[in-house]
């Protein structure tokens, strides 16, 4: 009899761990499809490293502003429908697109991207909580890890369906002069697949809210959390712990989003497809991780590790030749003979040195936390924030120019990033006072 309760109990939660994957995979598409998004709309409006930037500012800024109004909605309105609000707020957003494409006025495009990062944010407040509260306590890493591999492997899809629906045709444009009827043609093309996209996620949305998602027990909110803010931030292995994160979302939105625009720059016709190359190696890393974490390395070693290979690549980014293609002819077989420049390579190989990262500084931030766990892990996820600053200040290095040598040397932003997690996972994680 106890065998077949314990039976009854994974079948009764194989079908919400169902629809949560789902969901994982639905956030990371509509994430990632930013990589493609950016250089798209850089080539059709005629945009400056800068005002390009601002995609992903607009996008990842949400999080700051709806973080903890998401929360509020959650605890009054339940899981399972703060999962569907999420939903229909990015169906909004694809339709947003569509004004937005037929006008091509750069604000909408900027407004419909603050919509799909407040829905995003609203959907992974109600989604994350499933992962670990369905399903025994002793396996949450394993189906968070799995969560993060469905996340990072849509980033990897997003990109090839965005070529193969929106710029398929237009390959030839890149590195000439748009005529306007070339404009026109090209923004039109943004209006079906975003039609589609939000009528598939409003449909999506509406089936969640009728599906058979069990609700969770909502947490009550503690009135001591405020001053628990204060207590919390004491502790340097947490503060420190936020602003690495912080920068670490600055540097793995850099090389996931800003990839494409690069490859734009260096005339590579493909250029919005390259996100899939950086999500690839995150995926990867990932895969890495689950296998060697801690069997054969402990969070903390595997934290120093990135953060040197994060270094060593920067490095082989600023200074490397956009005029050699020695790392594509040796991985002519995974590339499928595609011919790209190294420092793009490199660019997508800081996707594995990322991978890591977010899995050890939150646990290394929580630890010994006890009472203050719930207050920092929403100090973690805000950090989410540097999402949105992290390609700004490529841009802003960048400068105005658009040049690819240019680009380049933006990257080295992500150099003091880089050195304070590496500072992080040698000392910062092990402090307990700021004496």
């Not at 006890?370 to 802003?396: D, E, N, Q, R, Y």
Request: hydrophobic content about 55%.
């Amino acid at each position: 009899m106890e065998m077949s309760l314990t039976e009854e109990k994974k079948q009764s939660n194989a079908v919400p761990m169902v629809i949560v994957a789902g969901l994982f995979f639905i956030l990371g598409f509509a994430t990632w499809l930013n990589g493609s998004l950016m250089p798209y709309l850089q080539q059709i409006l005629q945009l400056t490293p800068f005002q390009a930037s601002l995609i992903l500012f607009s996008f990842y800024i949400a999080v700051t502003f709806t973080a903890l109004p998401s929360a509020a909605i959650i605890r009054k309105v339940g899981y399972k429908n703060g999962m569907a609000l999420g939903m229909g707020t990015m169906m909004i957003a694809g339709l947003l697109f569509i004004p937005a494409a037929k006008t091509q006025i750069f604000p909408l495009f900027l407004l419909a991207q603050l919509v799909m990062g407040t829905g995003q944010t609203l959907l992974q407040t109600a989604v994350n909580p499933y992962v670990v509260r369905i399903g025994p306590e002793e396996s949450a890493a394993a189906r968070i890890s799995i969560m993060g591999i469905l996340n990072k492997g849509a980033g990897v899809v997003a990109p090839i369906v965005f070529t193969a629906l929106i710029l398929s045709g237009f390959s030839d444009t890149v590195g000439t002069e748009l005529s306007q009827v070339q404009i026109d043609a090209m923004a039109d093309k943004l209006i079906l697949p975003y039609l589609g996209m939000a009528l598939f996620i409003g449909i999506l949305g509406f089936a969640v809210k009728k599906s058979p998602l069990p609700e969770l027990a909502s947490e009550e909110e503690e009135g001591e959390n405020k001053g628990h803010l204060k207590e919390a931030l004491s502790h340097p292995n947490l503060a420190l712990g936020v602003v690495a994160l912080f920068l670490y979302v600055a540097v793995e939105v850099i090389a996931g989003d800003t990839i494409g625009a690069f490859a734009l720059a260096l005339g590579v016709e493909n250029y919005s497809v390259m996100t899939s190359y950086t999500m690839g190696c995150m995926v990867l890393g990932y895969i890495l991780g689950i296998v060697l974490i801690p069997r054969f390395i402990s969070q903390q070693k595997a934290l120093m590790v990135s953060a040197v290979l994060g270094l060593a690549l920067t490095f082989g980014v600023i200074f490397g030749d956009n005029n050699s293609f020695a790392i594509a002819d040796s991985l002519s077989f995974i590339l499928g003979g595609a011919q790209l420049p190294d420092t793009l390579i490199l660019i997508a190989f800081l996707g594995l040195a990322n991978a890591i990262v977010w899995p050890a500084v939150f646990p290394l931030a929580l630890s010994g936390m006890g009472k203050l766990t719930s207050v920092g892990s929403a100090l973690l996820v805000m950090g989410i924030s540097g999402g949105a600053f992290g390609p700004l200040f490529w841009s802003l290095v960048s400068g105005t120019s658009g040049k690819a040598v240019d680009l380049q040397g933006g990257y080295i932003v992500m150099l003091p990033c880089y050195l304070f997690i590496l500072f992080y996972a040698i000392k910062g994680c092990k402090m307990k006072s700021w004496k």
